[in-house]
């Protein structure tokens, strides 16, 4: 982490000539060393990452302070990562989080201010090189992770989170490519672009139509959240947007196709956040009843209606014997000793088609018999897996093979008139990752906002640890 004195031999002469102040010619860097240290040991309370400035400032060979300062400000490039913390307002981050505005006031100083002696100027010079470096290590780590860790706001997120120091990746600050390392710390997902072009529209002059602070405050947490997936949204994808009720197939940023769904209801069965990768899909499913639903639901309708089972396609097994149902005393009997299927059918609660990928919460998207659930507003009313509306589109999309849909679709109408019913699995040649995500703000292939409801308030869970970053509303 450190530069070399002789890179800093004509670091006086070259700041006199770049800023028009003599007395910049006798810079002295051993004098200069001392200020930066004393300033370091009182800037220590504003830095929000002391210990890692400590560390690549007290490295053996670094004996200057001038790292980022002696590399960058006269070439311009401490101008760029400036620029850069002050548009941390176009992600959704406040840029005092990140010193700008002290950042700003430093660079003003060193370059106009008429020293009368050289000696006045290393304080500044000292602050400008910590405050840059803090601000440059924050600034990588949230857009390349977030500010916030998810599992500190849900313990229902499933995604895979990693967290390392992003910048100690590189080996050396003075001996890094600074602008191509702003540019490449640019988040690259399409989706996020376009909410951040949303800010950066709002904030022109001419904009008429200006964002609420309700919509700026989804977008930020938004923005937020599309920052910690691990894998980026590319390629070829589905994307479940819960808040919205809408399932996305996506290819290369531009929607295929859109289709309404049903997720799980708030209150105990709420959809969880994760992804994993299509691989197989059955058609014409059995549904193996899920033991909470078997001990609240199955069980209080049996108690009504011995024959319920027979009613619903359904079946009970105990001891992996297939029991008969109307003989059994459902009032006394012990739920826990059986298990319940529902046969594949018209009628089954899963519909003709499921759709499944590896997780460790069985969840996955389903076709659905009770269509009329896709009219209503307000469709947070599953037991938590995804119930989708048009699974002949969607099986469309995941085989890519005419021939093989339209066999399902053949299967599937029989099925649908009468015809008996075998469940059989169909793999996927091409795995397809899929995202149940949460976004309450989200963005046409136009780029047109669209906001959504918090329906499990996880919007309100992000916002006081998120309140410290954020830009202002």
């Avoid at 994808?237 to 290369?252: C, S």
Wanted: proline share 4%; with cysteine; aromatic share 10%.
């Amino acid at each position: 982490m450190s530069c070399s004195k002789g890179k800093h031999e004509e670091f006086g002469r070259n700041l006199a000539k770049a800023f028009k102040s003599r007395q910049y010619k006798n810079f002295d860097t051993e004098a200069y060393n001392e200020v930066f240290k004393a300033e370091l040991k009182k800037l220590k309370p504003e830095l929000h990452d002391p210990n890692w400035i400590t560390k690549i400032y007290n490295e053996e060979n670094n004996d200057n302070g001038l790292t980022l300062v002696g590399a960058f400000l006269i070439n311009g490039k401490l101008d760029n990562l400036h620029q850069n913390l002050l548009n941390a307002k176009y992600h959704g981050l406040n840029p005092e989080f990140f010193h700008s505005d002290k950042i700003t006031e430093l660079l003003n100083t060193v370059k106009t201010k008429k020293f009368k002696k050289v000696e006045e100027s290393y304080p500044y010079l000292a602050q400008l090189e910590l405050y840059s470096a803090d601000g440059l290590i924050n600034y990588a780590n949230i857009l390349k992770y977030g500010a916030v860790n998810p599992k500190t706001v849900l313990s229902s997120y499933y995604v895979s989170v990693e967290r390392p120091d992003f910048i100690d990746a590189e080996k050396t600050l003075d001996l890094l490519d600074l602008d191509k390392f702003l540019e490449d710390l640019q988040p690259k997902n399409g989706y996020y672009q376009r909410l951040s072009n949303l800010l950066i529209n709002d904030d022109k002059p001419e904009t008429v139509q200006k964002l609420s602070s309700e919509d700026k405050q989804k977008i930020y947490l938004s923005m937020e959240r599309l920052r910690w997936p691990v894998k980026e949204y590319k390629g070829k994808y589905l994307l479940v947007n819960i808040p919205e009720f809408t399932l996305r197939l996506i290819d290369n940023n531009t929607t295929d196709l859109q289709m309404k769904v049903c997720v799980g209801e708030a209150g105990g069965h709420e959809t969880p956040i994760l992804s994993g990768m299509i691989d197989r899909m059955q058609v014409n499913p059995v549904w193996n009843i899920p033991e909470s639903i078997a001990s609240t639901e199955i069980i209080s309708s049996l108690r009504k209606d011995s024959y319920y089972l027979e009613a619903k396609n359904m079946v009970a097994y105990k001891n992996g014997e297939l029991v008969n149902s109307p003989t059994v005393d459902w009032n006394s009997a012990d739920v826990s000793q059986y298990s319940f299927k529902q046969n594949p059918g018209a009628d089954n609660s899963l519909g003709q088609i499921k759709f499944i990928f590896q997780n460790p919460y069985a969840i996955y998207l389903h076709d659905t018999p009770a269509q009329a659930m896709f009219k209503q507003d307000m469709r947070a009313v599953s037991h938590g897996c995804v119930r989708v509306q048009q699974p002949m589109q969607l099986q469309e999309f995941l085989l890519n093979d005419k021939s093989k849909s339209e066999e399902i679709v053949k299967e599937t109408e029989a099925a649908a008139n009468g015809a008996k019913a075998e469940a059989r699995w169909v793999k996927i040649k091409d795995p397809i990752p899929v995202f149940i995500s949460y976004y309450t703000a989200w963005s046409d292939d136009a780029g047109n906002l669209v906001s959504s409801k918090d329906v499990y308030g996880y919007d309100k869970l992000l916002m006081p640890k998120f309140k410290a970053y954020m830009a202002t509303l």
